[in-house]
């Protein structure tokens, strides 16, 4: 303990007026959906255009009710179906915590597969826009969860080492700043450089192949670091349930970037 750096309590709660607060985690929510959307808007227009950037505007609404819901469902039914199960009530108790990354990837999907049939918008071409900026929200939602002191690493002896508050008195990896390292900075500067080279732009679906499996393997990478969910502990081989849901991401992704050929970008 000796060696473990202070956890730097930041207070989660950033203002409180009466019943009312602001949380840093609702606000990494903000800050995520407001920047990658004023990203998100030059990315479309880049050639071959994806979408307009009123599109984009539009889009916005549906792609924060994916999130939300996808990823309150998601947790729900991949980390604690029994719990959920007994209590329905707290299903819609988002206050209290519980998301899922997979989840919410599944509900901007499905919104994704919508917006565009409606608006009759290439797909791929413009998930491929969309992705780049997908990392920016993980990033303040890892930085968040960092400032929660919440789902912190496993106990390690390394230099840098950490005591978290709720993790108990030994050390442990400050695994979401690895996390945001790897699935923010890193995979946003890879999807960054893909999608302004133009000879990549023309492959409808390499830049969503390149999220999915980049995401994959830094959440893969990530958890070894990560202390599993009390409930669940390790799974399958020893496999953590972020890992077991990165998986089929991984190969999605592999697939995507294999079949994006240029002649199939032409077609959309």
């Known amino acids: 303990m000796l060696l473990a750096i202070p956890f730097p309590v930041i207070d989660p709660v950033l203002v ?7 949380r840093w985690y609702a606000l990494a929510y903000i ?8 990203l998100a808007r030059r990315t479309v227009a880049l050639a071959p255009a994806a979408a307009t950037r009123e599109q984009v505007d539009d889009f916005v609404t549906w792609c924060t009710l994916g999130i939300i819901l996808g990823g309150r ?8 179906p029994g719990h959920y199960l007994d209590h329905p009530a707290e299903i819609l108790a988002v206050w209290q915590g519980g998301m899922s990354f997979h989840g919410g990837m599944l509900g901007v999907a ?5 917006f565009c049939r409606r608006h009759r918008l290439p797909l791929l071409r413009f998930t491929d826009r969309v992705a780049p900026v997908v990392p920016i929200g993980i990033l303040f939602g890892r930085l968040a969860n960092f400032i929660n002191g919440e789902l912190w690493g496993r106990v390690t002896d390394v230099p840098w080492a950490m005591v978290f508050p709720s993790g108990g008195p030994l050390p442990r990896h400050p695994s979401q700043l690895y996390q945001a390292g790897m699935e923010g900075v890193l995979l946003f500067a890879l999807l960054i450089v893909l999608v302004h080279r133009p000879r990549i732009r023309v492959r409808s679906g390499f830049v969503t192949g390149a999220f999915l499996a980049g995401y994959a393997v830094a959440r893969l990478v990530g958890e070894v670091f990560r202390q599993p969910d009390a409930h669940l502990g390790f799974l399958v081989a020893g496999a953590t349930m972020g890992q077991l849901l990165s998986l089929p ?3 999605a992704g592999l697939w995507l970037m294999l079949r994006a050929r240029p002649a199939l970008a032409v077609a959309g």
């Open 110 to 114: 499905l919104a994704m597969v919508w």
């Open 249 to 251: 991401m991984l190969a």
């Open 73 to 80: 469902l998601g947790y729900v039914l991949f980390y604690r």
């Open 31 to 38: 800050a995520g959906i407001v920047l990658g959307w004023l």
């Open 16 to 22: 409180e007026i009466g019943p009312f607060a602001i």
